[in-house]
């Protein structure tokens, strides 16, 4: 406590001298908020430590939600102290620091408690001397050249550590690994295969120290060029010194069958420049899915009649059907997919081609390094997250291949910029181009596409970039350099000057310009937005169906003869499942095929406390006959207690959830539930316990909330009291209207407890507005969340 109210001092006296005429501070600032900044006080830049556990710790002011990023990898929330209430307070966190070496970078991030956009801490650089956490560095050449003979294909690898080696192996055409032993002059792998075909051999080599630590080289495309057959008799005859035990993919395999290989799992010969030489196909409607949605269909085979029952499905809302789906394939509960599940990922895609889908791969998340990759110094964990696709391409049949790729890398994001600009602008279309040239060289026709706000060519931020030798809008270079672009044009309207069809008009007109037809999709939102900006405007779910596909039946309108248009992308999946026609009593969803067979038990549940208030819960996935929709997480503080409304504690639709407002120095157990898309409740799981940390800090509540509609306005009233004693408290309460409504307020409570907010205006005969709470403050007391009276209330009224 001594050494907050000493850091809280420090800030005061900042602000101060901040005042003082002739003296300047330099304090870190977003552009959200220039009284909101984060610290690190705990090491200074380039401060040398030792492996263990490094005490991180610092200040803050004006943001929430704090995260500490280590290289792009490591995202974890930290710990935040604040008694007072007052978003002035001090973190800290525990970095294991046991398997680094080298250089780290740390950075935290936060959200500005007004504006709720992003708030970023200096960047921080700590070096760590340990030896046994070094990775090896890996590099795959060939001595011939990228062009050679099939029979004379050598491959050098070279490999830099500081560790002796126990193990060197070599990947081609993404077949099994093959142990390579060194030689005089490191390691080499020289092999001949029987005729072929022109092809592409994807090359890649990892090696593992006598630690265990296994670094991974980037990919090597070696061009193949056909030569008259030879050895047909013993296609298994090589050369002196070559390895007869060669373990290629079944693609690889076809090739050398000799002239009656099946054409289907032929490579393309490559393209002739970086940007598309051949017709983009058109993508209408397309649907992003994320990760918590993208495993399942691939682990569980049923899911997927879930998913082309409602993409297909023409007549609930009377839309158009979904024919393109961006399936995210980045690390999901510790697995990947394109390696882990390569058998299974080919055979999701063969059943999406033969339901007629075009499948794309989805690259996207924070960090690892999605919109880190923008920074130069990611480049290399940018390009290798790309080329896990393109090797996967290389080593599967036409069938089961992907037919493009959705890059979501979102540069804006980053701290800089704004105030660095061009710099990171140019080092994004330096990474983006990058990726292309690796495109270029895999041989592969697959469609790279670039996910881009629907600034990119207004702000300022993105104007005059130049780059290539030329000064564009940002948006503009982008279109010369991916295939094709999708606008995050999240906006609930189609018309005004903010609207989704002006605000396409540039990237149209800009694609005709350059001739690439077919290359400007339009993305729309549809999930609840809770902590954007402007939550009212970005999504449609406030609006429902029905009403966005009449707006999008207006794009159609002014779009569908652009020579240039590639369709409407749906953002996501999971949303989209549950997305009302409309809010209130007329209101009705997609409805499954008809299931009655509940999901399979819950298995794997874990629980770990984070601080003296939260927990978080984990577990694995369920399997069902259909598809699961979700898992419901249930909370008592017995080992024995029942599940049901009583001890209902939230829903995740993911394999994580954090159970937040709980008492301190409380010991809690949890029951894990799955929940299938016809709303099939499947067995609890095992009981799972964690308990909190001790704290002084008293919990308050929510007393009572209610909410009624008048005059076109939803107007909700809450009070707030202390737990123990239901005396009130003074608090500051931030939320947000829900379900037909989106307006974030900001407000404090009077004397007696009381808050009250009213919604924007929502004219309407029938309907329904609820309030969700975000986060409440008072001084010396914590939002105890758990033990408010769910679910919310919501105001419902109108006639069916």
């Given amino acids: 406590m001594m050494l907050l109210q000493i850091r809280k001092y420090v800030l005061v006296l900042m602000a101060v001298v901040l005042l003082l005429p002739g003296i300047c501070v330099r304090i870190p600032i977003s552009h959200a908020q220039a009284g909101a900044f984060i610290t690190l006080d705990s090491h200074q830049n ?41 978003d002035i307070g001090s973190w800290s966190y525990k970095l294991d620091t046991s398997q680094l070496d080298g250089t780290i970078e740390l950075v935290l991030k936060g959200n500005d408690t007004v504006s709720r956009y992003g708030i970023w801490s200096p960047w921080t650089h700590l070096n760590i001397d340990n030896p046994a956490a070094h ?28 560790n002796p080696l126990s193990l060197v192996e070599l990947r081609v055409g993404g077949g099994e690994w093959l142990q390579v032993p060194p030689s005089k002059k490191g390691y080499h792998y020289k092999f001949k295969l029987p005729h072929s075909r022109q092809a592409v051999y994807s090359l890649e080599a990892r090696a593992t120290d006598t630690f265990g630590n296994t670094g991974y080289s980037q990919t090597f495309y070696a061009r193949v060029s056909p030569h008259p057959r030879e050895n047909s008799s013993n296609p298994a005859s090589v050369t002196e010194n070559v390895y007869q035990d060669q373990i290629l993919s079944p693609a690889l395999v076809g090739l050398m069958e000799g002239d009656n290989a099946s054409m289907e799992n032929k490579p393309e010969a490559p393209t002739s420049s970086i940007s598309s030489s051949y017709p983009l196909p058109d993508q209408d409607r397309a649907i992003w899915i994320w990760e918590n949605a993208s495993y399942p269909l691939i682990l569980n085979p049923n899911s997927r ?19 393109t789906l961006y399936l995210a394939v980045g690390q999901y509960n510790g697995t990947k997919m394109l390696e882990d599940n390569r058998k299974e990922v080919q055979q999701f895609i063969e059943w999406g081609h033969r339901e007629g889908f075009q499948v794309q791969a989805l690259i996207a998340g924070g960090t690892s390094p999605p919109y880190f990759g923008a920074y130069q110094r990611y480049h290399t964990q940018a390009v290798k997250e790309f080329e896990q696709i393109l090797n996967y391409n290389l080593a599967s049949g036409t069938s089961a291949r992907f037919d493009g790729v959705n890059v979501d890398t979102e540069p804006y994001i980053l701290p800089d910029f704004k105030t660095a600009k061009p710099s990171v602008q140019i080092q994004y279309l330096d990474m983006l181009q990058l990726l ?41 270079h982008i279109q010369d350099t991916a295939d094709y672009i999708s606008i995050m044009n999240y906006r609930d309207q189609a018309e005004g000057s903010a609207g989704i069809i002006a605000q396409a008009l540039n990237e149209l007109a800009y694609a005709n310009k350059i001739g690439k037809l077919k290359s400007v999709v339009i993305g729309v939102e549809t999930k609840d937005i809770a902590d954007g900006g402007d939550p009212e405007t970005i999504s449609f779910h406030e609006e429902g169906r029905t009403y966005m596909e009449k707006e999008l039946n207006k794009v159609y309108d002014v779009f569908l003869n652009d020579s240039a248009f590639g369709g409407i992308a749906l953002h996501h999946y999971s949303s989209i499942l549950d997305f009302p026609s409309e809010w209130g009593p007329g209101g009705y969803t997609w409805q499954p095929p008809a299931d009655d067979e509940p999901p399979s038990t819950v298995q794997g549940a874990a629980a770990a406390a984070f601080d003296f208030q939260r927990i978080h819960i984990t577990y694995d996935m369920a399997m069902d006959n259909a598809a699961v929709n979700s898992y419901r997480i249930y909370r008592g503080t017995e080992a024995d207690f029942h599940i049901g409304p009583n001890t209902y504690a939230g829903t995740s639709k993911g394999l994580s959830y954090k159970d937040s407002g709980l008492l ?11 929940v299938d898309i016809g709303g099939n409740e499947g067995t609890p799981s095992m009981a799972v316990s964690a308990t909190t940390a001790p704290s002084s800090m008293k919990p308050m509540v929510i007393d009572h909330m209610n909410i009624v509609y008048s005059s076109g306005i939803a107007t909700v009233t809450v009070k707030m009291v202390d737990m123990v004693t239901r005396e009130p408290v003074t608090a500051k309460i931030s939320g947000r209207f829900t379900h037909m409504a989106g307006k974030y307020v900001n407000a404090a409570t009077n004397a007696e407890g009381l808050f009250q907010a009213q919604s924007e205006t929502i004219p309407a005969l ?16 914590y939002w105890a969340s758990a033990y408010d009276q769910l679910p919310y209330p919501t105001v419902i009224w109108g006639e069916p």
């Fill in 436 to 476: 292309m040239e690796r495109k270029e060289a895999s041989g592969l026709h697959l469609s790279v596409g670039a996910a881009i706000p629907r600034w990119y060519d207004t702000s300022a931020d993105a104007s005059d970039i130049p780059w290539n030798g030329e000064t564009k809008w940002l948006s503009e």
């Fill in 46 to 86: 380039g401060q040398a430590i030792q492996p263990g556990v490094a005490e991180l710790f610092g200040t803050y002011s004006g943001v929430y939600d704090l995260q500490l990023i280590v290289n792009g990898k490591i995202i974890a929330d930290v710990l935040m102290d604040d008694p007072n209430g007052d």
């Fill in 135 to 162: 990775i090896p560095e890996v590099q795959v050449t060939s001595s011939s050249g990228p062009s050679q003979q099939l029979n004379k294909l050598d491959i050098n690898i070279t490999v830099e550590g500081r």
């Fill in 766 to 781: 029938r309907g329904e507005i609820g309030f969700l709470p975000r986060r409440i403050m008072a001084d010396s007391y």
């Fill in 305 to 323: 009649e879930v998913l082309s029952s409602m993409a297909k499905d023409t007549t609930t809302f009377q839309q158009r059907p979904i024919t």
């Fill in 664 to 674: 301190p120095d409380t010991t809690y157990y949890y029951k894990i539930t799955a």
